[in-house]
Every structure is written in C-alpha cells, then in structure tokens.
C-alpha cells in the first residue's frame, strides 16, 4: 500500500472515534443523538480529509502513521473539550484549524527545511527572547505561580514555551552537527568511563544553564525538565556520550533540588506532589498558598475511574454551588478527566498512542540520511515525549505538577499550532528520508 | 547514531511504563481507599445527584422529607413540617457532608439501589432515583405533644409497647432541619435531641424498675411491708421522705401509690447492687438505645459519679444503691429509655426494640423492606408485669398521678419530681410514665419538662401524657 493510501485508510478510526465520542456526549446530556453531534463529526473529518490531500500532494513519501495518530489524538481532544465546555471546544476547532493552515504553511516555506540551520543563530535569539517574554512586566503573567503565559490585552493570549522548545531543538541539532565530531575526540577512561576533557563540556553546561534559568525564570520545573529532557537526547545521540547523560542528569537533580528548595512556587509544588492528601497542605498554608487540592482531586477522580472508567460525561467536574471541583480540567488536568470517564484502559490507550507518534518521531530520526535532520527528529521526538511525561507524571504524581499542556489534547492554541509545526518538520524530514533515490 | 537513538527511545519507553503504573495505582490498587479519603468529596457530589426518596409518617400522607430540584442537575431536601419533627428525621446537608436523623440512618435506603455500577456505557441510570421511608410517627400525636410541652424545655415519647413502633418524639428546644442551626451560640438553637440524648435525672418515675426488680427477683410481693418513716440512714447519709413525713410500716403498693422514698431506697439497697444492675441491664440501662437513630445521637442511661461525663460501670460498688432506688444517686436518664421502661410493663414484661422505620418502598411502590416488632429482652415475669401493673394503677386512680386519668379508660403510671440544680434553687425536672388501657395496654408514653421552678410530675407532667395517650387512642391505636 502506498504511503497516502494507508494515511488515508488509517483516518477511519480517527474519523468514527470523533464521531462516537461526541454522540456520547451528547446522549449523556439529554438522551438524544442531536445531528450537531454528527455535524461536529463531520466538520473534523473534512478538516483531516483536507490535511491529508494537502499531503499527499505536496509530500507523496512523508511517514504515514503521524498525521492520522495526530487526528486521533487531536479529534479525542475536541470530544473530551466538549463535554467540559462547548464553548471552548468550538475555539479549539477554530485552533486546530489554525494549527492545520501553519503546519501547511511550515511545509511549503520550509519544504528544503535544511536551510533552517542558515537561520539558527536569529532562531536560537527569538527563543530565548520567547522564554524570557513570560517575565516582562506588563505582558508576562503567572499561573498558580509558574509564568508560562503571554497577555497581550485585547489582543491574545500565548504560552511562549511551546514555540520556544522547537526553535532550541533545531539550534541544538544544527549546532552539534557542525561539533559533535569534536565533541567525542580525545578524553581520559577513569573507572571504565570515558571522561570527556573539560571543554568539551560546553555545550552541557550551557544546556544546564539554560534549564536552571528556565526554573528559575519561570518557576516552573516542568518546562525546565522538558527543555533539558529533550536537548540533552539530541547531545546524546550526537556524540554517544553516556557520560554526558550521567553528569547532566546529576547536575540536573543537583540544581533542581537547589533551586527547588529556594523558590518558594517551586518547593511548594514540591510539598503538593509528596503531601498530597495532608489536610493542611491539602488547603493550603502559608508558605503554600494553592495547596494540593488541584492534585488531590485529580487523583480523587482517577480513583473514581476504576478499571472501565464512569462513561463519557460522567466524571464530577463541578462542584454542587457551582465553581470547578478539578481546577483547569480542559488543560493541566484533562489526563485526570479521561481516566475518570474511560478509565485505566482509556488512559493507557491514549498513552499508546503518544508512544505511536513517538516511536514514528524516532524512527524518521533513524532513517534520517544526514545528521542534522536525525538530531532534528529525535529532539523534535524527544521533547515530545517528555512533555507528555511531565503533565502526565504530574496529574499521576509521578513528579510533581506543573503546568505544560498534553499535547494535541489539552485545550490551548499554542500547543496545538505549536504541535502542528512540530508534526510538519517531522513530516517533512521523512519525505525528504523516504524519498526515492536516483531515477 | 541508531543505537543511541533506540536507547533514548528505551527510556521513554521506561517513563511512559511508569505513568501506566502510576494510573494503574490510582484507579485500581489505591482506588477503594481514595474513595474513602475524607477529602474526596466526590461520593458527596454523587450523592447530590440521586433523588432521595421521601421520608413520610405514619399516615402515608404527612411528607416529613422530600427532594426539590436544585442547580446543576442536583436534588436538595425540604422537610415542610419543619420544626415539628426535626429531631426524629433529622436534616441532610449532602455538600458539607453532614447528615442527622433518619436522613442519616436511614441514608442507604433513601439512597435506593444505587451500587455504583458503573460500565462502558456510563452508569446503569443517569436519573437515580431512592426509596420512601415510611415512619412510625403520628403527626397528630406529634402536634399534641408539642402543643403540651408549649415551648417548655423538655420531652415526649410515646410507643406502641407491643411492637416498640414510636408514635411521637418530641423535644424543646427544636430546630427547623431546613435550616441546621450549626455553630449557633444560642443555646436555644440546637440540634441536640433531649428524647434520645439528653440525660436527666428520672426522680420518683425509676420506683417502676426497683419495684420490678423486686417483685420479679421474687424478695417482695405488692403486700410486703416496709417502714416507711423518716429519715432513714442510707450510705451513711440521712434520706428523708417529701416534707420529712413518716409513713409507719407499708406496703409496696401504697408505697408506690404515694412514691415513699425511704421505702424504695430499703427496697433497693435490700436487693443490692448485683440484683439492681441485672434488672437495669434488662430494661436497656448501660446502653445505647437500640433504635434506629445515628449512635451519635443516642445517650446510655445509666448512673454517673458526680460531675463525671462517664457512668459508672455497670455493677460498680460506688454506686449509692439506696438512692439510685428512687431515682437519684447520679442516674441519668433518657426520656427514650424511661419510655422503654414503662413500655415492657405494659407488654407484659416484653420489651420491644423501639424504632422509627416502619418500611422501605420504592419508586415503584413495592415495598422492598418491612421492620418487623423485634423482642429486645423479656424482662420480667409476664406475672410480675401484671402485678406491676395493677400498683401503676393504683398510682394514677388514688396516687400522685391522678392528673393522667382519662374519662372511660383506666391509666397505669408514676411520677417523679426531680430535684436539679443547686440546694434550694426550686428547680425540679417533672416526669410522668404511663400507659393505656390497662387491661390491654396499646400506648406508652413518657414525659420530662426541663427546669420548672417547683413542678410536680404529677401536675405539670401528667396532664401532658394523659392528652398524648388520649389522642393516640382516639385514633384507634
């Protein structure tokens, strides 16, 4: 089967997944499938229908596996909106086209993406700026203590972060192309591991660097751990270095539990992620003002999930006076939500299929036939994964919480543009690797 | 750079593992235990989403409790008869998870069927619906004996004695249950239920269980005589008769008639504390009430060392026998138990569990759940019962309680006139326990008034039983 035929043919299940779901919804809400629900159903199919045409002209070879687990994900985000708020699952559509249009728009500007690399000092300029943006008064804001947003009043709303992620990974993978064959010369075997000389060691400790003035800029641990995460698999792959793996995550777990214990947001969420269910961390304290109530109540409601989960529409997101009982389901706590309504399956079934998108992300870095475009991919992959881990590890209290979006999924206009223009660069390096050769 | 590539790979895979085992921990392994948590308050909300079913009387058409839409797809409870019934049915206030009453104790029933099943396809039903509770409670009998206690601190419980069924339980002060007075500083605005919780001390009214302890443990017959001059010496204090009069030598039927206190408080040490204790045992004393209240709500009655908070053990060697015979030496009393106590008299012997539920029907209108009569304790002789009787009557024919006597129907009971508060303040508790008619005895009752300034059991409490045993029988109980 050729590669837009089995796209086109894996859009089925995308297409009957959002269509089942939102009649789900809406038979939970008043016993009836209205034909919004199929109207809904097929909007979205229309819009994948027309992302893969679009594909299949522009790219016949691009991996054919990513863009329907996008759809999936992407059309299980909307339904999951939709029954907490209609209202901003009609916005999210609206994102999700967007998301399509910049993905289309990546494609045809950066068809040759390589020419990126010409711009990666301006690229790697306008990302740190875009992480620095968070903290500029006026414009920057908090969220329950993290600044991860952007307010422009009147104007929009954005979350920086997201675009900044994918500018520093194409910086890192040119960059490392030029020097990773320096970076793995010479270097002294001490207890069987090869220590690298010390300047070599730039690169981590710029790296390092960044990630500790991530958690100290924004005071948030999550995006540090992503950023860090991500750029320190592309050193890795580059230069085969486990030992730089070691030492970067020991001066990782060094640094965090510094500055985790000197920011105050930081140490707090620290507390809500190792006293959850204490009563007076629970409500908050004075040196904790939130409290772990957002994560105890995750945690409450994936308990309330079981094995099969209550049913789509089912799960308590509002409490009785009104208000919400889960503070921010449709963003930090839509992980909580989808267990408590499809339970254990549910949940593992959707991190299936990250591990899908993933697994393609690195397998396009593995056929990749130049350096750069392999580094693109795994970190583009990599970051990825990580951010998935990090919401998911938060909402699971595997780590602590913080506030990244779940990609595809979370409602929120930055990561689903930014996610797209991720999709497309992992889009366009495997065209171009699985391109035929020659005549 | 591949095999760098996989491993990295590896180790997500090990990360994405570890969220699986995590969610696994959450929704299965800890599930029942967060559930449970007493943070979650999810089960609360759930429950905010089941129509409650009705909690109506005896009648079948008095709605004591019913459910009213409120926002978001939630039911709250109304209760129309307000502060009339507060104490027996209780209030329910789902969001703060506070619950009293029947609301509380019968709480799985009013719930319904509601398993928490949950599949697939969502729960079984997404309008859950509960079932009626049927009472045993008379709302005329109930309006009388809060029209006789006419806002005075104090309470009336009346019974059926041969099933244990609660026709009225009625207290002041009382509250209106749509809206729980908490945390009010008002001592008059409390939820407190003085039939089941208040301890008060019974007076002359516990001469009922010394003179059946007596009888039954066959160390006295009605006709054996005891002096009855004044004072006697008992634990080594002086007890003297109302007003210091002497008796002479008489026999327990008039000393009951005219509640002799020297007498009884013979009586009582004579019998010891062994004897005492198995009798008190018998009748419910020592122990929480066995009616189908929240434990919270319900006092044992029982003796306590002064200013303790804690009653003696039963058969303790402390307690002054002698006076715990007449009803003092620290006794603390229910009006729910003293109503227990006249109760077994009038059932030949045969003391019922009191209870408030008479039956569970659901939506349908199947009754899914009947409270058949259940025997608590034969506490005496049927014979014992019967002689008993007969010097209860005696009480309210040419006794202390003449003012229960009702036209055309004989009367059995006993007063009692506490004395409370400081020496000499005045203040008493008057208490009246009877029950009609004699010869096949269909009501119960007892009555406390709270702190009256020189009452009589005879003529304050009296008169009250006498109206709320009148109504119940007119009603053909």
């Given at each position: 089967m050729r590669a837009r035929n089995r796209e086109l043919f894996l859009l089925i299940p995308a297409s009957l997944l959002v269509t089942a779901g939102f009649a789900g919804v809406f038979i939970q809400r008043s016993n009836v499938i209205?034909?919004?629900?199929?109207?809904?159903?097929?909007?979205?199919?229309?819009?994948?229908?027309?992302?893969?045409?679009?594909?299949r002209i522009t790219m016949p070879n691009a991996d054919p596996f990513l863009f329907p687990l996008l759809a999936v994900l992407a059309c299980f985000g909307v339904v999951m909106i939709y029954r907490i708020d209609p209202t901003l699952a009609r916005q999210q559509a609206q994102w999700f086209v967007l998301g399509l249009v910049l993905m289309a728009l990546t494609i045809i500007f950066f068809r040759d993406y390589r020419k990126l690399e010409r711009y990666r000092y301006t690229i790697v300029a306008v990302s740190l700026g875009l992480l620095v943006l968070p903290r500029l008064p006026g414009i920057g804001y908090a969220a329950n203590g993290a600044y991860l947003g952007v307010r422009i009043p009147g104007l929009f709303v954005f979350q920086p972060p997201e675009f900044a992620k994918i500018g520093l990974v194409i910086f890192l993978a040119s960059y490392l192309r030029d020097t990773r064959q320096v970076l793995v010369m010479g270097g002294r075997r001490i207890l069987g591991v090869t220590l690298p000389p010390i300047k070599h060691l730039g690169p981590i400790v710029v790296i390092w660097g960044l990630a500790m003035g991530i958690l100290v800029l924004l005071s948030d641990i999550g995006t540090s751990m992503m950023f860090y995460g991500g750029l320190l698999a592309i050193l890795y792959v580059a230069t085969g270095r486990l030992s730089f793996v070691v030492i970067g995550a020991l001066a990782f777990a060094l640094g965090a539990w510094y500055?985790?214990?000197?920011?105050?947001?930081?140490?707090?969420?620290?507390?809500?992620?190792?006293?959850?269910?204490?009563?007076?961390?629970?409500?908050?304290?004075?040196?904790?003002?939130?409290?772990?109530?957002?994560?105890?109540?995750?945690?409450?409601?994936?308990?309330?999930?079981?094995?099969?989960?209550?049913?789509?529409?089912?799960?308590?997101?509002?409490?009785?006076?009104?208000?919400?009982?889960?503070?921010?389901?449709?963003?930090?706590?839509?992980?909580?939500?989808?267990?408590?309504?499809?339970?254990?399956?549910?949940?593992?079934?959707?991190?299936?299929?990250?591990?899908?998108?993933?697994?393609?992300?690195?397998?396009?870095?593995?056929?990749?036939?130049?350096?750069?475009?392999?580094?693109?991919?795994?970190?583009?992959?990599?970051?990825?994964?990580?951010?998935?881990?990090?919401?998911?590890?938060?909402?699971?209290?595997?780590?602590?919480?913080?506030?990244?979006?779940?990609?595809?999924?979370?409602?929120?206009?930055?990561?689903?543009?930014?996610?797209?223009?991720?999709?497309?660069?992992?889009?366009?390096?495997?065209?171009?690797?699985?391109?035929?050769?020659?005549? | 750079?591949?095999?760098?590539?996989?491993?990295?790979?590896?180790?997500?895979?090990?990360?994405?593992?570890?969220?699986?085992?995590?969610?696994?921990?959450?929704?299965?392994?800890?599930?029942?235990?967060?559930?449970?948590?007493?943070?979650?308050?999810?089960?609360?909300?759930?429950?905010?989403?089941?129509?409650?079913?009705?909690?109506?009387?005896?009648?079948?058409?008095?709605?004591?409790?019913?459910?009213?839409?409120?926002?978001?797809?939630?039911?709250?409870?109304?209760?129309?008869?307000?502060?009339?019934?507060?104490?027996?049915?209780?209030?329910?206030?789902?969001?703060?998870?506070?619950?009293?009453?029947?609301?509380?104790?019968?709480?799985?029933?009013?719930?319904?069927?509601?398993?928490?099943?949950?599949?697939?396809?969502?729960?079984?039903?997404?309008?859950?619906?509960?079932?009626?509770?049927?009472?045993?409670?008379?709302?005329?009998?109930?309006?009388?004996?809060?029209?006789?206690?006419?806002?005075?601190?104090?309470?009336?419980?009346?019974?059926?004695?041969?099933?244990?069924?609660?026709?009225?339980?009625?207290?002041?002060?009382?509250?209106?249950?749509?809206?729980?007075?908490?945390?009010?500083?008002?001592?008059?605005?409390?939820?407190?239920?003085?039939?089941?919780?208040?301890?008060?001390?019974?007076?002359?009214?516990?001469?009922?269980?010394?003179?059946?302890?007596?009888?039954?443990?066959?160390?006295?017959?009605?006709?054996?005589?005891?002096?009855?001059?004044?004072?006697?010496?008992?634990?080594?204090?002086?007890?003297?008769?109302?007003?210091?009069?002497?008796?002479?030598?008489?026999?327990?039927?008039?000393?009951?008639?005219?509640s002799v206190n020297t007498v009884w408080a013979q009586v009582g040490v004579q019998l010891g504390i062994p004897t005492m204790t198995n009798y008190m045992q018998r009748f419910g004393f020592y122990a929480k009430p066995p009616v189908d209240l929240p434990p919270v709500e319900l006092s044992a009655s029982a003796p306590f060392a002064p200013g303790s908070i804690k009653p003696y053990p039963p058969g303790s060697g402390r307690e002054d026998i002698g006076r715990i015979g007449i009803g003092q030496g620290g006794l603390r009393v229910t009006p729910l138990q003293m109503a227990m106590v006249v109760a077994a008299v009038a059932n030949g012997g045969k003391l019922m569990v009191p209870h408030l539920t008479a039956r569970v029907v659901n939506p349908d209108g199947v009754t899914v759940k009947t409270i058949n009569p259940n025997v608590y304790n034969q506490v005496m002789k049927p014979s014992t019962a019967q002689a008993l009787t007969q010097m209860m009557t005696k009480v309210v024919e040419e006794g202390t309680g003449t003012a229960a006597q009702i036209g055309g129907v004989s009367v059995a009971g006993k007063t009692g006139t506490a004395e409370i508060g400081t020496q000499g303040s005045g203040l008493t508790e008057p208490w009246f326990i009877g029950f009609a008619p004699v010869d096949h005895p269909t009501v119960a009752v007892a009555v406390t008034v709270d702190k009256t300034q020189g009452g009589f059991g005879g003529t304050v409490a009296a008169p009250m039983a006498s109206q709320v045993i009148q109504t119940l029988l007119s009603e053909g109980h």
């Open positions: 209205s034909n919004v629900s199929l109207t809904y159903g097929a909007i979205f199919l229309g819009l994948c229908l027309a992302g893969h045409i679009f594909l500055l985790g214990t000197h920011i105050p947001h930081v140490h707090a969420r620290f507390d809500d992620w190792l006293h959850t269910f204490d009563p007076s961390v629970y409500n908050g304290n004075k040196h904790n003002p939130v409290g772990s109530y957002q994560v105890a109540n995750g945690v409450f409601a994936q308990a309330a999930g079981g094995l099969f989960g209550q049913g789509f529409g089912q799960s308590i997101l509002t409490l009785p006076g009104g208000g919400p009982l889960i503070p921010f389901p449709q963003t930090d706590m839509i992980y909580a939500v989808i267990t408590d309504e499809l339970g254990l399956f549910g949940a593992v079934a959707v991190l299936v299929v990250y591990l899908l998108f993933i697994a393609r992300g690195f397998k396009i870095a593995t056929i990749a036939r130049d350096s750069f475009s392999t580094l693109l991919a795994t970190g583009l992959a990599a970051m990825f994964a990580i951010q998935v881990f990090v919401i998911v590890g938060g909402v699971t209290r595997v780590i602590p919480l913080t506030g990244v979006t779940l990609p595809f999924i979370s409602y929120g206009g930055s990561s689903i543009v930014a996610n797209c223009v991720l999709l497309a660069l992992l889009l366009l390096i495997s065209d171009r690797a699985r391109r035929p050769t020659g005549p | 750079m591949n095999a760098q590539i996989i491993r990295v790979f590896g180790v997500i895979v090990v990360l994405f593992t570890l969220l699986i085992v995590w969610t696994t921990r959450w929704t299965v392994l800890e599930a029942s235990s967060l559930n449970s948590n007493s943070l979650n308050r999810l089960t609360l909300i759930a429950d905010l989403r089941i129509k409650r079913g009705r909690i109506l009387a005896a009648d079948g058409t008095t709605v004591l409790a019913q459910s009213v839409p409120a926002a978001g797809g939630t039911w709250s409870r109304y209760y129309p008869t307000k502060q009339l019934f507060a104490q027996p049915v209780g209030y329910l206030r789902a969001s703060q998870g506070q619950a009293a009453g029947l609301e509380r104790s019968d709480g799985a029933d009013l719930r319904g069927l509601q398993t928490g099943l949950s599949s697939v396809f969502g729960q079984l039903s997404s309008n859950p619906v509960g079932d009626d509770v049927y009472t045993t409670l008379d709302p005329k009998a109930q309006q009388v004996a809060a029209q006789q206690l006419n806002g005075q601190a104090g309470s009336i419980v009346a019974l059926d004695p041969r099933t244990g069924a609660i026709k009225a339980m009625y207290s002041n002060p009382t509250y209106d249950d749509n809206n729980p007075p908490f945390g009010s500083k008002d001592p008059n605005l409390t939820t407190f239920n003085r039939a089941t919780q208040a301890g008060y001390p019974p007076g002359s009214t516990f001469k009922v269980v010394t003179a059946a302890a007596a009888l039954d443990s066959g160390q006295f017959s009605p006709n054996s005589t005891v002096n009855g001059n004044s004072p006697v010496t008992i634990s080594g204090v002086p007890l003297s008769n109302d007003n210091n009069q002497s008796f002479g030598p008489v026999d327990l039927t008039t000393a009951l008639t005219y």
